[in-house]
């Protein structure tokens, strides 16, 4: 019996095993429906035999040999729809080999090739001329190093945090990934600044938000104290620019460091609802086209939402003088908010007094603004790094998935710590925010792919049983993150600001942390570890996606093609269907057990989305980051309805995007764009174009600058599936 090495693409080399012709070959079964052990193992004896036949004399052989003849056999023994599977597995094969070479990136630690995309565009160090120079596994070891010299006994942590990053259990949020261990090494990812009635201090927040932005965060603000348009200047005989125009200033800024340095830049404004510019404010984005480097949403409380309910005025204050300038009716500016983000997502709305009711350090002061995706309440001059559990490499399975909640607390504790270690380490390059983010340690744990954790238990996204396992789901953390926290306390002290705080008042003796919780978009880390985002439905179950040489390649859910395949399901023609669509909700074909638990998006109701929301909000101590997603027929009602519902169930805020809403759709189902308005000419010369595109993509562009793919809208922004393109990346 001859016996090989075999050269694998890579260059490596390992014993010649046949039965992994054996296995490849089930693989191309399964791929068109068929499950027959006792073909396989036929064809691989044959294979077997015709190798031995050509290379008996040779020591050294390649892969490509081994698949040359398993095509041949295949074709002889007339198995056609198998040998056509056997062939795209092999092309698609050659063209990941291909592309990871084209990156440039050594793939050390055995990742999807979308992940190593991700990880080399978002976070490996480069050289001046955009070339990595480390592998994923250095990055993960550059992290790990960086946080945890930050312990008393660095070693053993560096070792933990390594392993639960590589075995993508947990992962810091981008800015961490990117920035630890760098001369910059600012790792926090969002930040709120004041916004002062002054021009002096207008433009110096301005000066220190552009600081803060130029590094890779986001900042929020708050304008309510800035006084209307039209009012009196002290010492002057002009009038007041108002609000809307203090927010072209910020955007303009933003737009200045994007062109430079090819950043995203983005900011948040909230403004009360009781702001005599409220209208203005509102219709700000009316025009597509203006403030791009701007999300916005209303302030809003209890009080206004109750005068809604009962149509009761609202008057309307001057934040100069406290003097109210106007009484209007509170409909009607709930009406004019939820006409607009029927229109085309903008503004959102953020549940102050909510907000405030969790403050955990009211004798601080009030939490009035959020970060740039509404989930992290902020004092001013406050900053909240981020991460987030991968939920569904929290699986065990006995015969039938499960959730090992004891690896979970694992993780849980790991990162609790881990992001405490990252405000310990993190260069903060205004020193006020140092201060204020020093003195309350606010730290945000979060989770991701939650709708790949409950399609592998079988559950549908849209029932009570997913509602009631999101609230235990959160409970459990939350005990372990607050145990965690208290554990720190005692070990390396309390936040400073802990005596008079929420904590403090529940008995707890030390905490270390302020804020523990927070479920934060996370689509380049949720690309990263190849699951779903953040407590997101899956987006698109199947989409088309451009392989080298054009070729269109649908990219189908790997759970549900198991779910089918386990079915007994042909896939032949399905495929193609599917990723036409991205849903199976009218695929009669396809058992009715499967498309219930398989939902997406567009396939559940503005309920869905509130109630999914408000299940996580009720265990999250910070704030929680969804998009509202409604079909293109849903009427401004169902907008208003999802709001008050927002505010009914709990939840802290609230986004709303209806499907083809804007001009240019975003959106990722379908092989074409179905883009109906015309494209801008930089669409067209993306290469050497991406910065000046993607200052307008959330509004005007169907197709990512960066790699051409199409954009999805979740989590309130416009995200690349591809390459995790993002205006709002984390």
């Known amino acids: 019996m001859a016996m090989w090495q075999v050269r694998k693409r890579s260059g490596e080399t390992e014993d010649f095993i046949p039965q992994k012709i054996t296995q490849s070959i089930v693989r191309a079964q399964s791929n068109v429906g068929v499950t027959d052990a006792d073909q396989a193992k036929h064809v691989g004896s044959l294979v077997f035999s015709d190798l031995q036949k050509r290379l008996a004399s040779e020591r050294l052989i390649g892969t490509d040999q081994i698949g040359d003849a398993v095509e041949r056999i295949l074709i002889d023994e007339a198995l056609y729809d198998i040998a056509r599977a056997y062939i795209i597995a092999r092309e698609r094969q050659r063209q990941k080999t291909r592309a990871e070479k084209q990156l440039g990136v050594t793939d050390d630690i055995g990742l999807p090739y979308n992940s190593i995309v991700v990880i080399r565009n978002k976070y490996l160090k480069k050289d001046d001329q955009g070339n990595p120079i480390e592998t994923p596994k250095q990055m993960f070891a550059r992290v790990a190093k960086t946080l945890s010299s930050t312990e008393k006994k660095p070693k053993g942590w560096e070792s933990r945090f390594f392993e639960v990053m590589t075995s993508l259990r947990l992962l810091p949020a981008g800015r961490t990934l990117a920035n630890a261990g760098t001369t910059n090494n600012q790792m926090a990812n969002c930040f709120v600044l004041p916004m002062p009635d002054s021009v002096e201090g207008i433009f110096e927040v301005v000066k220190e938000s552009s600081i803060l932005k130029k590094n890779g965060g986001a900042v929020g603000f708050n304008f309510g104290k800035i006084r209307p348009k039209g009012d009196a200047v002290a010492g002057t005989t002009g009038e007041a620019c108002g609000p809307v125009a203090i927010m072209k200033i910020v955007n303009d800024a933003s737009d200045i460091l994007l062109q430079a340095g090819g950043r995203r830049s983005g900011n948040m404004v909230v403004l009360p609802v009781s702001h005599p510019d409220v209208f203005e404010f509102i219709t700000c984005k009316e025009d597509e086209s203006l403030l791009p480097h701007i999300n916005y949403s209303l302030g809003v409380t209890s009080k206004f939402m109750n005068a809604v309910e009962r149509d009761l005025p609202w008057d309307l204050i001057n934040p100069r003088n406290g003097e109210v300038v106007s009484t209007v009716s509170a409909r009607s500016i709930f009406e004019l908010a939820c006409s607009?983000?029927?229109?085309?997502?903008?503004?959102?709305?953020?549940?102050?007094?909510?907000?405030?009711?969790?403050?955990?350090?009211?004798?601080?002061?009030?939490?009035?603004?959020?970060?740039?995706?509404?989930?992290?309440?902020?004092?001013?001059?406050?900053?909240?790094?981020?991460?987030?559990?991968?939920?569904?490499?929290?699986?065990?399975?006995?015969?039938?998935?499960?959730?090992?909640?004891?690896?979970?607390?694992?993780?849980?504790?790991?990162?609790?710590?881990?992001?405490?270690?990252?405000?310990?380490?993190?260069?903060?390059?205004?020193?006020?925010?140092?201060?204020?983010?020093?003195?309350?340690?606010?730290?945000?744990?979060?989770?991701?792919?939650?709708?790949?954790?409950?399609?592998?238990?079988?559950?549908?996204?849209?029932?009570?049983?997913?509602?009631?396992?999101?609230?235990?789901?959160?409970?459990?953390?939350?005990?372990?993150?607050?145990?965690?926290?208290?554990?720190?306390?005692?070990?390396?002290?309390?936040?400073?600001?802990?005596?008079?705080?929420?904590?403090?008042?529940?008995?707890?003796?030390?905490?270390?942390?302020?804020?523990?919780?927070?479920?934060?978009?996370?689509?380049?880390?949720?690309?990263?570890?190849?699951?779903?985002?953040?407590?997101?439905?899956?987006?698109?179950?199947?989409?088309?996606?451009?392989?080298?040489?054009?070729?269109?390649?649908?990219?189908?859910?790997a759970d549900l093609l198991e779910a089918l395949r386990d079915a007994g399901i042909e896939e032949n023609g399905l495929l193609d269907e599917i990723a036409q669509t991205g849903t199976i909700q009218q695929m009669s074909q396809i058992p009715e057990r499967i498309r219930k638990v398989f939902v997406t998006a567009h396939d559940l109701t503005p309920q869905d989305h509130v109630l999914t929301q408000a299940a996580f909000q009720k265990y999250t101590d910070n704030a929680v980051s969804k998009t509202i997603n409604m079909a293109h027929d849903a009427r401004v009602e169902d907008i208003q309805d999802a709001f008050m519902l927002a505010w009914k169930t709990g939840c802290k805020g609230i986004t709303a995007y209806r499907d083809l809403s804007r001009k240019v759709q975003v959106l990722n189902v379908g092989k074409h764009s179905t883009a109906t308005s015309h494209k801008s000419q930089a669409t067209n010369k993306r290469d050497n174009k991406i910065s000046l595109q993607a200052n307008k993509l959330t509004s005007s562009f169907s197709e990512c600058p960066q790699c051409g793919a199409t954009m999805q809208f979740v989590e309130g922004c416009a995200t690349c599936p591809s390459c995790a393109f993002s205006v709002c990346s984390l």
């Open 340 to 557: 607009m983000a029927w229109r085309n997502g903008d503004p959102g709305m953020i549940f102050l007094d909510r907000i405030n009711r969790d403050n955990p350090t009211p004798h601080v002061g009030a939490l009035e603004a959020v970060n740039l995706c509404g989930e992290q309440p902020l004092l001013p001059w406050e900053a909240c790094n981020l991460g987030s559990l991968n939920l569904a490499a929290h699986l065990v399975s006995n015969g039938k998935r499960s959730i090992n909640w004891e690896k979970l607390e694992d993780s849980v504790r790991l990162g609790i710590r881990m992001l405490d270690d990252v405000i310990t380490g993190c260069r903060y390059p205004v020193k006020k925010v140092e201060e204020t983010v020093n003195a309350n340690r606010k730290i945000g744990l979060g989770i991701m792919g939650w709708a790949d954790m409950l399609v592998r238990l079988g559950i549908p996204y849209n029932s009570e049983e997913a509602l009631k396992l999101a609230r235990r789901m959160m409970r459990f953390i939350r005990e372990k993150a607050e145990d965690e926290s208290s554990r720190l306390g005692k070990e390396k002290g309390s936040f400073p600001n802990f005596k008079g705080s929420l904590w403090e008042k529940r008995g707890y003796k030390q905490f270390r942390n302020a804020t523990l919780l927070t479920i934060a978009p996370t689509g380049s880390i949720s690309m990263a570890a190849g699951v779903s985002y953040g407590i997101e439905p899956h987006f698109a179950l199947a989409f088309y996606k451009e392989a080298m040489g054009g070729i269109q390649l649908p990219e189908v859910n």
